[in-house]
């Protein structure tokens, strides 16, 4: 029984569910979810750490510095969520041993957020220079001081949609047409006005798993770094954002649950108000291009050129996607969640 069959007798005997809910099964169902089954990097999207080896080398100086600005504790877990095949963290590591040196290499404890068992297999041998170890969830991490990093890793968290109706507020689900297919609908019960709500908006997206997040890492003992880089508005509140990708073409979210990528546009401001009500210290969130640039993606590109000038015109090419406005430097943004009482992070 495929993944979709599943969705479709569970919606025939109790009815329509919550976009959330079908976002939850179609991406992380642990036997036949998208990223349980596939990682679909390189075919259905492309994250940063596979169009530039200069994202991840970044990431890996902002880690040494942080590590510094936290006072060089002698040992701290390095954690990455959905590391997908390692990319990121591989380049990030192999600068930040040598800009860190032996006594950053001793401290760092690299940890991978991955419930996967086929990504696990195939990260654990990408990054088996540095023994990783593999948690499923965050809450699972050993504790002390930690430094984490997530790239497009918020955009794929459930989110629950709301839209108004004859001026009424109802929640988006997931039923059954005439034809028996998935189709997009309206729950019968009225709401209250959700989040971010405002008179003129017609819809609006929630992503729940931002409370869970926060949680978790207010609850982490200091110090704590934890930087996400993702896509989304820097204070708008998402509408209708849910969209699906196969072999790198846009098509229906609810064509083929399981099979393939689906994501949403990050609420940045519904993150950074959640993380400071809870105690948390927040910077950002930056556009991209600006925090790599505070970081020396510049310095770093001309470096690379100069090494390799038979790929000269790749290279800078392939960074430039991270940095220009016009490409990936505006609509990714970076935010960064601290405990209290650190300096304000590099790259902010």
């Not at 609908?185 to 409370?211: K, N």
Request: aromatic share 6%; hydrophobic share 45%.
């Amino acid at each position: 029984m495929t993944l979709k069959d599943r969705i479709l007798r569970l919606i025939e005997t109790g009815g329509p569910i919550p976009v959330s809910t079908y976002m939850q099964l179609a991406l992380h169902d642990p036997a036949q979810g998208y990223y349980a089954t596939r990682s679909g990097l390189g075919t259905d999207f492309i994250t940063a750490p596979e169009v530039s080896q200069v994202f991840g080398e970044l990431i890996g100086l902002w880690v040494v510095h942080e590590w510094r600005a936290m006072g060089t504790p002698d040992e701290f877990q390095l954690v990455e969520i959905g590391p997908g095949r390692g990319t990121l963290m591989a380049d990030a590591l192999r600068l930040a041993y040598v800009a860190g040196g032996r006594e950053f290499a001793r401290a760092a404890r690299l940890t991978l957020v991955e419930p996967s068992p086929d990504l696990r297999t195939v990260q654990a041998d990408r990054l088996k220079d540095y023994a990783p170890d593999f948690a499923d969830t965050l809450a699972a991490v050993p504790a002390g001081p930690m430094i984490l990093v997530a790239n497009e890793y918020l955009d794929c968290l459930p989110v629950r949609q709301f839209r108004k109706a004859d001026g009424q507020w109802r929640e988006c689900v997931v039923g059954l047409d005439a034809a028996g297919e998935l189709a997009l609908g309206l729950a019968a019960d009225e709401q209250r006005p959700p989040e971010g709500a405002a008179e003129s908006v017609e819809a609006v997206e929630v992503q729940t798993g931002f409370d869970l997040l926060v949680a978790d890492l207010v609850t982490r003992p200091a110090p704590m770094r934890a930087l996400f880089v993702d896509y989304g508005p820097a204070d708008a509140t998402p509408g209708d954002s849910l969209r699906a990708f196969s072999q790198g073409e846009q098509i229906s979210p609810l064509s083929r649950p399981g099979e393939t990528d689906l994501t949403v546009d990050v609420d940045f401001g519904r993150l950074k108000r959640l993380a400071g009500k809870i105690g948390l210290e927040v910077a950002g969130p930056t556009p991209q291009g600006m925090f790599l640039m505070g970081l020396g993606a510049q310095a770093r590109l001309n470096q690379l050129v100069e090494a390799n000038p038979d790929h000269a015109e790749a290279i800078f090419n392939n960074a430039q996607r991270l940095i220009d406005p016009k490409d990936m430097g505006s609509r990714f943004k970076a935010i960064c969640l601290s405990s209290p009482g650190l300096p304000l992070p590099v790259g902010f």
